[in-house]
């Protein structure tokens, strides 16, 4: 059981269940749309986490990122446009832009302020998306075809899309603990745990966290166009606030020390909240109390598990 | 005589009624201490923040290096080569010592906006990082975190970040505060050998080490410059002594 406890093994296990869940009774139709669905929440997740873990930056706009990336499907699959050679770097690149053009406002505020502000940047994408009426409006649009891969239809194919997710979510979390490492992360955490010293070195930590928050943005819009190809359909309900709100839960929970926490945190939440629900319809009375605890013991949450396991080793 | 690293002139900082800092003029020359002492709420630690660039003054302008600096904020005076050190210790408490001073050598060695190759392994950074933590005695602990440093030694580490950050002016806070007897000792030998590397603008309550330092001495009363010159003109100086230095001095 030891080597569980290592540092960095908890990442490799947690990709190795979800390559092999397939062949572990995950195969069918039902749980393999939901393990979909969390490893794409997870990569929102990740996303986010370089903001409130390394940037110290609360966004609680992340699911307008997540809204960006699926109407980019939804507006090319109205034009005729269907294949992920167009698609994905249009739909991660018009959320790096909305991320640009409203982080350019929000990272001068901090704290309460952010939070707010990027809510209210997530309201107006909300309400945006509900006015498209020639893409649904309220109701929503439906995709009649999963996106192309240069012409082959491999994401219509429960495998192949479980192991593209699979694969861009190892992806991100690489992308974003190289970031989290680099000069530039290094400037981005130090900023986040004394600004002002930071300043007296030479840096102005603006630029550092807005190019963040539009990382930040780009991988969720990637999340998103997963996630529009994963229902099969896309609403304005993608870009509620509640979202946002579920993501930075899962961020939260799941620890803010290592991007791995997000991802651990958004397969627990969507795990649990199927499993319970199966259980009973009162679902919600148990995982409200569930989570306060999480929250209130597990210090360095879920991913700081082995941690705290290891000290208590140690002790014991 | 050649232009003085510093010089601020006629500096004025009001807040509401109060005038903190009145009609105040300093030079610091490319070496050498020049200290700058008064009782507290005299307006030392207001002026330090005009001159690092945290506060702008109402009045007056600050030229470093020759150049007009009155209103760039801290970070591009940084880039210029003014270093600072906090009266509360500053440091990051996540990162180790040794992060803390390649954190300032970074600053100025190449762009920070790399996004791929871990900073902990640029072997550079990490030199010339150590060399400044050695500057300051700290290279043994190196690899501990700074927030689980003694006080002195985070003392010891802001100097070194400010030494990483291979700066033309030092601006110390009370470098001092809060060290005891043998760190004191340590830090006054340090900062003796630093003065002959950097112009250093120190502000000081401890008497001892201002005196054994500096080269110039400006003693500050309610915002106002009421003396400045060389230690022994100040240590006689009746209107210093019966303001501000008592028995202590004279003793």
New interface residues.
Partial sequence: MHFLLREGALPLLLFGLLAAAPFLGFGQGYAMTLLARAMILGMAAIGLSLLVGGAGLVSLGQAAMLGVGAYAVVILDDAGVTDALVVLPVAVGAAMLFALATGAVAVRTSGVHFIMITLAFGQMAFFTASSLAAYGGDDGYTLYARTEVAGRRLLEDRLGFHYVCLGLLAATLLLCR??L???????L??AR??P?????????PM??RL?AYVIAGGIGGLAGMLLANATEFVAPSFLAWQRSGDLLFMVILGGLGAPHGALLGALAIVLLEEWLAELTEHWRLIFGPLLILAVLFLRGGLAGLPAQLRAGCSRG | MAEPLLRAERLHKRFGGLTVTNDVSLTVETRGVHAVIGPNGAGKTTLIHQIGGSLRPDAGRILFAGQEVTRLPPHRRARLGLARSFQITSVVPGFTALENAALAAQARAGSSFRFLRPAASEAGLNREAMAALEQVGLVDRATVPAGALSHGERRQLELAIALAQRPRLLLLDEPLAGAGPEETERLIGLLRWLKTQYGILLVEHDMQAVFALADTISVLVYGRIVASGRPEAIRADPAVRAAYLGEDVAA
Avoid at chain 1, 181 to 187: E, I, L, M, P, T
């Fill in positions: 190289a970031v490492a680099s000069r530039f992360g290094r400037v955490r130090a745990e004394n002002s010293r930071v300043q007296a070195l030479g840096f102005h630029p550092y190019t």
